[in-house]
């Protein structure tokens, strides 16, 4: 009877198609022939795609019209597909029996050949190609670390060919300059100070501006009505560079800390929303329909089903906004603040220490680096099982 009401209450949704995984397996064997003659006689009058999970095989030929045989392990992949071609209402005659006498021996001999009766057909066939001997260089993270310690190479030696062939070191200073730069500026406490700064304030308004926007950005994508609200709001001040507020966000919120981070949650916010938005629409409707099938509230659709397939898309827009972020927090600094890299690159602008601007760029560069690997880790350890891929 509980088999009965589970899909009934399936088929009150009218779904496009069936998923059902091993739903008689723990009835007797009288039962599941009535059930499995239900469930055909539902099929005849509904026409419905199902999706039947089985490990009995005289349950799937006589349910069947496709079967995918699957492989062993917990790894598993579809092996093969096989047409059963037999009229229906179908029993466990001594056509299915033949039927099934003749798959596994076939099975075993390893030959997937068409029976004699034509009623079962593989369609797929699984190849395996012979390994080929590994050399050093295909090791994917040793080519990697190669290549990227060959751009950086390139690059010291295209820079120190320019600074010569320049040689005005208050133009282009060479890489030891810069590196001189770097140790006095080092040694008086003033980048260590300065990085503390810009990276703080990157920090809190990262966190807040991500916080309302993935919010946001689900609602958007959930509700017409909060994206109708919303969405006008979102395309007016999009286009608007943080940049043009920094007068603004000066004048409201002072010259301190405040400003500066609020210009961040501002560009950090918009960026995450509109990427989170974009997830939500772009889930295939058949994910919903499949989850409704098995009985989810919309609740529960929007928790295990929504959230996790937008996820993706969600750390796209963190990673973007982290960019815009470290622009962000640099033209604020060079306007309005007493500490943090931009404060550093403007003011050696003013005393003509060009060795100093080239250590702060560079600083920038290591910064949003270092965060961006730091974002990757995170999201290819703990976002693994949604398929995220940065």
Known sequence: MRQRLQIARVLANDPGILLMDEPFGALDAQTREIMQQELSRI?????????FITHDIDEAL????????????????IKSFLNIALPRPRELNEELLRLRREGKSSDRAGSHQSHEAGAMTEITEVSVEPARKRRLWDNAGIS???????????ALIVWTALAWWVGKPAFLPSPLATLDGAIELI??????????????????GYIIGTCIGIPLGLFMGKSKIVRAFVDPYVEFFRFIPPIA?????????GLGEASK????????????????MIGVLSIEPDKHFAALC??????????HVTIPAAIPSIVTGMKIAMGNSFMTVVSAEMIAAKTGVGYLIMNSRLFLLTEWIFVGIITLGLM???????????????????????
């Open 368 to 390: 949003g680096f270092v965060s961006d690997r730091a974002l990757r880790l995170v999201a290819n350890t703990m976002l693994r099982r949604y398929a995220v891929k940065v």
């Open 43 to 51: 099929w005849n009058s509904r026409k419905k795609t199902v999706l």
């Open 144 to 154: 990697h670390y190669v290549a990227f310690g060959a751009s950086l190479l390139c």
């Open 261 to 276: 981070i609020v210009l961040i949650v501002y560009t950090t916010l918009f960026m995450v929303a509109i990427n989170t």
């Open 62 to 77: 006589v349910l069947g019209d496709r079967i995918a045989i699957m492989t062993a392990g917990p790894a598993a992949t």
């Open 294 to 303: 098995l009985g989810a509230s919309g609740r529960q659709v929007f928790f």
């Open 187 to 204: 040694r008086n406490g003033q980048l260590a100070e300065n990085v503390t700064a810009s990276l703080s304030r990157i920090v809190v």
């Open 245 to 253: 507020f920094v007068t603004l966000a000066i004048i409201w919120f």
